[in-house]
């Protein structure tokens, strides 16, 4: 009897150490910590989780996955901004996104940047400021875009396909977050200007916990979707990524070094209103639901400021 329970308290202590589902939250105490979430019963959304084990170390390097369980009072974005290196994002990267904006299929990952102040937390506003408002004859033109979102653990240079996933810590949910008038009204045409249409402080809501490679060992599996005020808006998987993580990973890394706590949004499916006769674009108070299987979503609202 006594060996019995031995060994099912040791199957329960390593089956706590092999989940790995990370996220940073302030406790009821006040005080942050990261942690390995603990799941409610029938859900695999780490946005419901209201408790988790307290990790003592770095995740992105040493850590230890303790038994000490803390309460979550707020989730706060993975990692804090400043560990974040760089915020390297995919355009292009799905065939019916592509066909529904009118592109053309790219040979190569099409790249571009968000400064890392866009990124927000899985719960908070999108600050939209007055000079992405409606105004005299400009229309305010804001879009919503899922993607999954590769995490980098350990230094990356100039690596192949195969070794890319030894490279990556995990994956979450982000929200490419648009402004079609800067990103193409005003963005010089025949070429879109990404930066302004994209880049805005809060524009990049991300978690809300970044689920490891063990839990995942495959992301071109995975469901996602937007909802918009509770209506779905987009729905696709992984599995119609044209460039998948492996190979985004191992071309980014070429002649650049990524580094640990650098994220790469990895483009988004079909949906967006970009793409629609009728679109509805995005205003003050509507709710932004980006989700991912197997990891969760980040729901925020558009708020004009």
Request: proline content about 6%; charged content about 20%; some cysteine.
């Amino acid at each position: 009897m006594h060996i019995t329970v031995f060994f099912a308290f040791l199957a329960s202590l390593l089956l706590a150490v092999e989940a790995q589902r990370f996220v940073r939250f302030i406790s009821t105490d006040k005080r942050e910590y990261y942690g390995d979430a603990i799941l409610p019963s029938g859900t695999k959304d780490a946005a419901k989780s209201t408790r988790a084990r307290v990790i003592r170390g770095d995740i992105l390097g040493d850590f230890t996955i303790t038994r000490e369980v803390k309460a979550i009072k707020k989730l706060l974005a993975p990692l804090p901004n400043e560990r974040v290196r760089t915020v390297r994002c995919v355009g292009l990267n799905y065939v019916a996104h592509i066909n529904e904006t009118g592109q053309v299929i790219p040979q190569w990952p099409i790249l571009f940047f968000k400064p890392w102040t866009a990124l927000n937390t899985p719960s908070d506003p999108i600050p939209v400021t007055e000079g992405y408002q409606t105004q005299g004859n400009f229309t305010s033109k804001m879009d919503y875009e899922t993607e999954l979102v590769i995490v980098i653990k350990k230094k990356a240079f100039n690596i192949s396909d195969e070794e890319a996933l030894d490279h990556v810590l995990g994956y979450t949910v982000g929200h490419d977050v648009s402004h079609r008038g800067w990103q193409i009204d005003r963005g010089g045409l025949p070429q879109p200007q990404f930066s302004m249409g994209k880049g805005a402080d809060g524009w990049a809501p991300w978690g809300p916990a970044i689920v490891s490679t063990s839990i995942i060992p495959d992301p071109q599996v995975l469901n996602i979707w937007t909802k918009v005020n509770g209506v779905t808006q987009q729905n696709s998987s992984t599995a119609n990524m044209i460039f998948g993580v492996k190979h985004l990973v191992s071309f980014f890394s070429m002649g650049t070094t990524l580094l640990p706590g650098d994220v790469i949004f990895t483009g988004t499916p079909s949906g967006v209103n970009l793409g629609k006769v009728d679109p509805v674009w995005l205003t003050d108070g509507d709710v932004v639901e980006v989700g991912l299987e197997n990891v969760g979503t980040c729901t925020n609202t558009i708020k004009y400021t």
